[in-house]
């Protein structure tokens, strides 16, 4: 992302591990572990309306383990990862055909819900952020500078 007030980092299923250079001033969003249900998916991550993708993503968020969930900047731990989980409302969005979760996209609507991160801007230099859990190990060494 180049313009706007945050930088969203992505955590991937199995152990990444890579270089990135933020812009300083840059809020940084990622999450620990997530979830979501549409109305493009093929079941089980299918839901019509806002209530069955809630009640999808929740089913799915609700089976991760936060025990598991862990997350350290620069070395220091973040505690109580328990109280960052988060419901998104109901959104819009637009999949190209094929895509990532199914052959045929289109306009649709989703519900996410699982624990998220927003950091402060980080101050110049480097930082290494460190998180995962339930299949997801991601470690970004983020350079901040212009």
């Given at each position: 992302m180049k313009a706007g007030p945050v930088w969203f980092l992505a955590g991937q299923f199995g152990t990444t591990e890579c270089d990135l250079t933020v812009p300083p001033g840059k809020w940084v969003f990622f999450p620990l572990a997530n979830t979501e249900c549409s109305?493009?998916?093929d079941p089980p991550f299918h839901g019509d309306t806002a209530k069955e993708q809630r009640d999808c993503?929740?089913?799915f968020a609700d089976?991760?383990?936060i025990d598991e969930l862990f997350c350290e900047i620069d070395g220091v731990p973040v505690q109580h990862l328990?109280?960052?989980r988060f419901v998104s409302?109901?959104?819009r969005f637009t999949a190209p055909t094929p895509?990532?979760?199914?052959?045929t996209g289109g306009p649709?609507?989703?519900?996410?819900d699982g624990y998220y991160l927003l950091l402060v801007p980080l101050s110049r230099g480097s930082h290494t952020l460190h998180f995962g859990?339930?299949?997801?190990?991601?470690?970004y060494h983020l350079t901040v500078a212009r």
């Open positions: 109305s493009l998916e993503a929740k089913g089976a991760i383990n328990a109280r960052y409302p109901q959104f895509w990532i979760f199914g052959a649709g609507t989703a519900v996410g859990g339930n299949g997801v190990d991601t470690t």
